[in-house]
């Protein structure tokens, strides 16, 4: 008798055409931050799409966007964690040259925040590849600890 077995082992989180995701600069994870009350905050996010290369180049690869909004929203953060009350909120979009959104705000009260970035608009190009569909949409978040001003 003869007992064969196999097994297949697929990625938990395999990327497909047209996924976006949301980084910091250069690809770089977003990470939590610690500021003081008052000083200037600035956030730089970067959105890249999962997509093939076409031509000789037949592989597929996360490749920068250039031109599409991001939307920065900060709540307040509730005692459970969860969002609270919308304090700030702007958009900005991926420049031609760093491929970056760069935002920056100031929060005054000490605590804790929740920044959202989210890209939901796949189509604000007006293009859709009738291959591939749209961009799909995505988030990215951080926390923000916020502790008593700086004196020098």
Not at 18 to 24: A, E, W, Y
Not at 28 to 51: C, D, F
Not at 91 to 119: C, M, P, S, V
Not at 144 to 152: A, M, N, T
Request: charged fraction near 20%.
């Amino acid at each position: 008798m003869c007992l064969m077995i196999f097994s297949v082992v697929q990625p938990i989180s395999a990327a497909h055409i047209g996924d976006t995701k949301i980084t910091g600069p250069n690809n770089e994870p977003l990470t939590n931050m610690r500021v003081h009350a008052g000083n200037s905050i600035e956030l730089k996010a970067q959105l890249y799409q999962y997509w093939s290369m076409g031509g000789i180049l037949t592989e597929n690869r996360w490749i920068s966007e250039i031109g599409r909004e991001l939307h920065f929203n900060l709540y307040k953060e509730n005692a459970d964690g969860t969002n609270g009350k919308l304090v700030w909120s702007n958009t900005a979009k991926t420049t031609r040259f760093t491929q970056t959104a760069t935002t920056d705000f100031l929060i005054y009260e000490k605590g804790n925040y929740n920044l959202d970035i989210i890209f939901d608009d796949p189509s604000q190009d007006g293009y859709i590849s009738p291959e591939y569909g749209t961009m799909k949409p995505c988030s990215a978040s951080i926390k923000i600890e916020v502790v008593g001003k700086h004196h020098l």
